[in-house]
């Protein structure tokens, strides 16, 4: 007799542990296999972004990962003559975070896994490797192996985050669409950071590339270009590290070097995210060169956007049409993304000198441009998630005469919606999402938003772990507090950001999911019209609306 969970996920690295967390504050049964005895406990990726930060904030544990980061990490791109190129050094804080911080991921990892000690409904299972999958119409059925023999585990749904050579996904026979680089990376890290300077620099030099970054509790990373011909075996072949590192610190040999690992740089992406009850997440599902430091980042936005969804359907709250729309908005900004991280590595890894000798003018071109460079510093060029499809409902420009002709008002649907800090209704400087609640919200500018919401819709919201917002003006938060209906939550937007926000859109009401991706947008008068669109985009079933 096979043991039973609502979802079954494979391999406990930072995408399943992200997951598990957001099914574990869902409520969901869930368990997670992973192979291997414990935690992998070397670095891999050494960049978290501002909307991973936020997903650590929506889990609950964005205080225990924070010492482990260095914030608004800047980066140096130069040349072969440590001539600066370009400096990357977003300040701005559009969701809440900095935008760019260096992290150490195994101790992020071992915070999402004690994190998942608040949940009784959610195991981890190291040491339990998955053999085989059998399928019926009732869920999916893994077969395990573990020290004491072999067992089943039932899940109405597997997800796989079972990294780059994942077993799901050759299960499935999915095709692993892209390329492998011919160079190879040779990362050393190094304890007691002999240099200390806090930011990162990638080294554009024709003869070998390089990057070297600072990282929290005094360690410094090292990354260096491998050539065809040069073996795997001479990252332990000490003249040979020494010889590379000589350029860059006084005396090689005194270094505390902590590890030595060498990397394959892969761009794919996986034909499918969904067969059926299986997804994949992650580097499963995707995987790219480092140098854009969006890898990880990209595993927890899947995360975000496939826990709410999963969690509906497994709960009866929306029907299992809802989990196509994963693939669907996901893939697209993955494929971006590994386009980013290709262009940025061809950028820093190049070897030919008539190239790099242009790159190296355009970068001067760039320095003399105002706009160009400052959208270079601030990480302009980052593809932000933007999704046209899925769980989103069209914003028409509205043709009312009491507004002004803004016909090039920017549309927020699909996209994140920023997280300033506001006072909360105790008084309190919060952020906007701790203020609010982190599931589905109706926000709604200057107006109580019961006196435009059924109360067939609020109740329906309420049942998906949903909040009514009422956003105001600081000055006015005790007024609007006393004068808000039941269940109708108050905001003061103390820094004006909300009101400039608005300000910019011919919309005063937007509807928000629980990854903060924008639903949908309307004036005041048409919200309950367009929340039920939200609902029926959302595939919330009509039994549970009808409850």
């Given at each position: 007799m096979s043991d039973r969970k609502d979802v079954i996920i494979i391999g406990a690295g930072p995408v399943g542990l992200t997951l598990a967390n957001l099914l574990g504050q869902f409520g969901v049964s869930t368990v997670v296999l992973e192979g291997r005895e414990e935690l992998i406990d070397y670095p891999r990726a050494v960049g978290i972004d501002d909307e991973a930060l936020r997903t650590m904030q929506t889990i609950g544990l964005v205080e225990k990962v924070l010492p482990h980061t260095v914030p608004d990490q800047k980066i140096r791109v130069v040349n072969g003559d440590r001539k600066i190129l370009a400096e990357i050094n977003p300040t701005t804080r559009e969701f809440g975070w900095p935008r760019r911080n260096g992290f150490i991921q195994p101790l992020v990892d071992k915070a999402l896994l004690e994190g998942l000690a608040r949940y009784p409904h959610v195991e981890v299972r190291f040491g339990s490797q998955v053999s085989a999958f059998a399928s019926d119409s009732d869920g999916v059925t893994a077969?395990?192996?573990?020290?004491?023999?072999?067992?089943?585990?039932?899940?109405?749904?597997?997800?796989?985050?079972?990294?780059?050579?994942?077993?799901?996904?050759?299960?499935?026979?999915?095709?692993?669409?892209?390329?492998?680089?011919?160079?190879?990376?040779?990362?050393?890290?190094?304890?007691?950071?002999?240099?200390?300077?806090?930011?990162?620099?990638?080294?554009?030099?024709?003869?070998r590339g390089y990057a070297t970054l600072s990282l929290p509790h005094g360690i410094r990373r090292w990354e260096f270009t491998l050539f065809e011909g040069e073996s795997e075996e001479l990252a332990e072949d000490d003249a040979f590290v020494f010889d590379l590192l000589a350029p860059h610190v006084p005396d090689p040999a005194g270094l505390n070097i902590i590890r030595r690992r060498v990397y394959a740089h892969h761009a794919r992406v996986a034909e499918k995210f969904r067969v059926g009850r299986f997804l994949l997440a992650g580097d499963a599902a995707h995987v790219m060169p480092v140098v854009a430091g969006q890898g990880w980042n990209s595993g927890i936005r899947d995360a975000l956007n496939l826990g709410w969804k999963l969690a509906a359907v497994v709960q009866g709250k929306a029907s299992d049409k809802l989990l196509d729309s994963y693939e669907g908005e996901r893939r697209e900004h993955v494929k971006a993304m590994v386009a980013l991280s290709l262009n940025m590595a061809n950028l820093v890894t190049d070897h030919n000198r008539l190239r790099t000798a242009v790159r190296d003018m355009a970068a001067a071109v760039v320095d003399k441009m105002p706009k160009a460079r400052a959208r270079l510093n601030s990480q302009g060029y980052k593809p932000m998630p933007k999704y046209e499809h899925g769980v989103v409902v069209p914003s028409e420009l509205p043709t009312w005469k009491a507004l002004p002709d803004r016909g090039d008002a920017p549309r927020a649907v699909g996209t994140l919606f920023p997280q300033p800090t506001v006072r909360n209704e105790e008084g309190r400087s919060v952020l906007l999402d701790d203020a609010t609640g982190q599931g589905w919200r109706v926000i709604v500018w200057n107006n109580d938003p019961r006196a435009f919401v059924s109360e067939a819709e609020a109740q329906?919201?309420?049942?998906?772990?949903?909040?009514?917002?009422?956003?105001?003006?600081?000055?006015?938060?005790?007024?609007?507090?006393?004068?808000?209906?039941?269940?109708?939550?108050?905001?003061?937007?103390?820094?004006?950001?909300?009101?400039?926000?608005?300000?910019e859109r011919p919309f005063s009401a937007i509807v928000v999911r629980p990854d903060h991706v924008v639903a949908a947008e309307c004036i005041a008068q048409e919200l309950n019209d367009v929340l039920k669109k939200v609902f029926s985009v959302a595939d919330v079933t009509l039994a549970y609306q009808n409850a």
């Open positions: 077969t395990v192996s573990t020290a004491s023999g072999e067992e089943q585990i039932t899940g109405r749904y597997v997800v796989g985050c079972d990294g780059g050579r994942s077993l799901t996904r050759q299960h499935l026979g999915l095709a692993f669409e892209g390329e492998t680089r011919p160079t190879r990376g040779l990362v050393i890290d190094v304890a007691n950071d002999p240099i200390g300077t806090p930011h990162a620099v990638f080294g554009g030099d024709p003869k329906t919201l309420a049942g998906l772990g949903g909040t009514l917002v009422h956003a105001v003006p600081a000055t006015q938060l005790t007024w609007a507090k006393a004068a808000a209906a039941p269940g109708v939550r108050v905001v003061g937007d103390e820094s004006g950001v909300l009101k400039a926000w608005f300000d």
